[in-house]
C-alpha cells in the first residue's frame, strides 16, 4: 500500500469505526440480546459435560429439578410438599412456581424432538441462562444512564469477571437465586430511570416477582424502597416515581400471591409470600401512595410525613408479626446450633479463606474507586448525583451485608458493575482520546481492571507476588490434613454421580437414610425416597437426622424406624459426615467410619462394574439391640 492512500484509508477506518458505534448506540438492546445468544452457546459447550451427566451440584437444585418434574407427573399446582423426603408425610418446601414455569416449558419443548432424559437435561442446561438476559439488559441500561455511549457493552459483558455472581446463572444451576438476581438488578434499573413513571413500574414489579420466589432479597428490595421514599422527600415533583412504584408494587405483590403462593404459604409464615407480607407490602404501599398525593411543599413536611407514615407500619407489622421482623427461620436453638452454624453460605466473609476473599472482593473495591471517582465527576450534576448516590448506596449495603452472611456475595458483585464498568469505559476513552501522560495513565487503570476481571485465575500469582513482597509465609498443610481435605473433596463429588446413585434403582424403591445434604440429590436421580434434606420448615426431622448420627449406635434404629427408613447409606469422608465424626467422636457415625458397624447392619451387595464410593446397608430392625 502506497503511503499517499494512508489518509484515506485511515480516514474511511475512522468513519467506518464511528458509524458502527453509532448504530450500537441506538440499537444496544439487540446487540445485548446477540451477546446473551452467544454466551448461552458458549456456556453450553463449556457445561456440556454437566449437562450430559445432569450434575445438579446444589441440593436446592435437586429439589427444584423433582419439584418441576413431579409438577409436570400430576402433583397440584399449589402443592409443593415434597413427598419423597420423610415419608409418606413428606417435606414442605417454602418456594412457589414461578421459578418452576421456564423449567417445565423448556421439558414439555424439548419432549417434543427428543427422549425424555435428554430433554429434561436440556432444560435445566439452559433454564438457569434466561434471567441473564434481564441482568446483562438492566445493567447496561443503568451504565448508558449514568456513562452514555457504548458504556452497556462493558456492563453487559461485566457479569462474566464476577464468579460469584454468574455461578449463579451457568447451566444446571436450575435454583431460583439467578432470577432474584436478575430483578433486584432490574429493580435499581427503575429507580435511576429518568423516565418516572416507567422507572416506578420496573421497580415495583421487580421487586414484587423477586418477593414472589423467596424472601432472600427482601433486604434489598426495603432498600429501595427506601430510597424511592427519600428521593421523594428531597426532590419536588418526585412523587411521579413513588405513586405508580407504591401502586405496581402493591397490585403485583397481590397478584403474585393468589398465583404462587403454595397451600402451606397461605398460612401466616414469615420465610416465603404469605398473608403477613401482603399485608406489610399492601400497608407500605398504601402508606407511599397516600404521601404521593399529599401536597407537601418543603422537604421538611415531606420528611415529617415520611417519618410518621414509615413509623405506623412499623408498628403495625411489630405488633402483628414481630417474629418475622426477627428471623424469617423460625428455627429452634438447638437447630441453629448442630445444623445452620455449619453452612458456609450462611458465615460471615470474615471467616472465609483469603482465596475466596480475594476473588469476591475485586469486583467491589473496583466498584468502589469507581463510584468515588464517579460522585465527583458528577458534582455539578445533581440529577446524576442523585443516581450514583443511588447505585452507591445500593452497592456498599450489598458490600456490607458479606459481614453477616456469605451469601450476599452474589448480589455485592453485580451491584457493583456499574460503577466499575463506568470507570473502564472513562478510562478507555482517555485511552483514546487523551494526551500522553493521560493515554498512560487510563493503561495502567486499564490494566487494574483487567486483574480484577481475572481476580480468581490470578489469585494464585497475587498471592505470590504478595508473600514475596512482604514475606509472609503461609503455613503449609499438614500431610494428613491435606489428605482429608482431598479425600473430603472425592467423597463429595463421587457420591453425588449419576452413574453411582442409579445403581440403587436395582431395589425396589424404598426409603433410605443418608446424609442430610446427599438426600435431594438420591431422590432427584433414583426411584428411592430419603429422610431430610436441608429445609429449615422440617427442622424436627433434621435434628432426628444430627441425633442419630450423634448419638450412641443403640439410639439409631429407633430414629430409623421413626422414619421408616431400609436403608443405611454411608459415604466415607462426605462432608457432612466429617462434622459428626469432629463433633461425636464417641457417636454412632464416628463409629461406623472406624468399622464398628453393629450386628443389625446388613451390607447389601450391588451389581454394577464401578467401584462404589459408598456401602449400603439393610437395616433389621428384628435383630438384638
Known sequence: MNLQSWPGLRARILSMAAGFSLYAERHWKWLTVLLWIFAMAWLIAMRWPQIHWLTLSDTDDNIRYVQVKDWLAGQGWYDLRQYRLDPPAGFNIHWSRLVDLPIAGLMLFFRAFVDQGLADRLACGIAPMLPLLPLMLGLGFIARRLAGG???????????????????????????????????????????????????????????????????????????????????????????????????????????????????????????????????????????????LLPLRSWPARLGAGIVVGAAVAVFAWLNWPQCLTGAYQISPELERLWLANIREAKPITVQPWSLIVPLMAIPAAGLIGLIWALWDSRRDTDRLWAWATVGLMMLFSTAL??????????????????????????????????????????????????????????????????????????????????????????????????????????????????????????????????????????????????????????????????????????????????????????????????????????????TGITLPYTLYRIDYGAPR
Open 150 to 292: 457504548n458504556s452497556w457493552f462493558l456492563a453487559a459483558l461485566a457479569p462474566f469477571a464476577a464468579q460469584m455472581g454468574i455461578g449463579m446463572f451457568m447451566p444446571m444451576r436450575i435454583d431460583h437465586h439467578g432470577w432474584q438476581l436478575a430483578f433486584t438488578v432490574l429493580m435499581l434499573a427503575g429507580l435511576i430511570d429518568r423516565n418516572w413513571l416507567r422507572g416506578g413500574i420496573v421497580a415495583g414489579v421487580s421487586s414484587a416477582l423477586s418477593i414472589a420466589i423467596g424472601m432472600e432479597m427482601i433486604v434489598y428490595l426495603a432498600a429501595g424502597g427506601a430510597l424511592i421514599a427519600l428521593r421523594w422527600v428531597f426532590k419536588e415533583g418526585a412523587a411521579r416515581r413513588m405513586l405508580p412504584y407504591a401502586l405496581s408494587l402493591a397490585g403485583a405483590t397481590s397478584l403474585s400471591f393468589l398465583l404462587f403462593a403454595s397451600h402451606a404459604n397461605r398460612e401466616m409464615v414469615c420465610d416465603a409470600i404469605s398473608p403477613i407480607w401482603v399485608a406489610i407490602f399492601a400497608a407500605a404501599s398504601a402508606g407511599m401512595a397516600l404521601l404521593a
Open 402 to 607: 458479606l459481614f453477616w452472611q456469605l451469601r450476599a456475595g452474589p448480589a455485592a458483585q453485580l451491584l457493583a458493575i456499574p460503577p466499575a464498568a463506568w470507570a473502564a469505559y472513562r478510562l478507555l476513552c482517555a485511552l483514546g482520546t487523551g494526551r500522553p501522560l493521560v493515554r498512560g495513565l487510563a493503561l495502567v487503570g486499564m490494566l487494574l481492571l483487567a486483574a480484577v476481571a481475572f481476580a480468581t485465575p490470578l489469585y494464585p500469582q497475587i498471592n505470590l507476588l504478595w508473600t514475596t513482597a512482604t514475606g509472609a509465609q503461609t503455613k503449609p498443610q499438614k500431610p494428613a490434613v491435606q489428605a482429608r481435605r482431598k479425600a473430603i473433596d472425592k467423597a463429595n463429588g463421587r457420591c453425588r454421580t449419576l452413574p453411582s446413585l442409579q445403581v440403587l434403582d436395582q431395589l425396589p424403591a424404598a426409603t433410605i437414610f443418608t446424609m442430610v445434604d446427599l438426600g435431594p440429590r438420591l431422590i432427584a436421580v433414583t426411584h428411592h425416597s430419603a429422610v431430610a434434606g436441608p429445609y429449615h420448615r422440617n427442622g424436627a426431622v433434621i435434628l432426628d437426622m444430627h441425633h442419630a448420627y450423634d448419638g450412641p449406635a443403640a439410639a439409631f434404629r429407633p430414629i430409623a424406624a421413626r422414619h421408616h427408613a431400609t436403608y443405611l447409606l454411608v459415604c466415607p469422608g462426605f462432608p457432612e459426615g466429617t462434622i459428626y465424626q469432629a463433633r461425636s467422636p464417641k457417636g454412632f457415625y464416628a463409629g461406623l467410619m472406624r468399622g464398628e458397624v453393629p450386628d443389625w447392619l446388613e451390607p447389601v451387595a450391588l451389581k
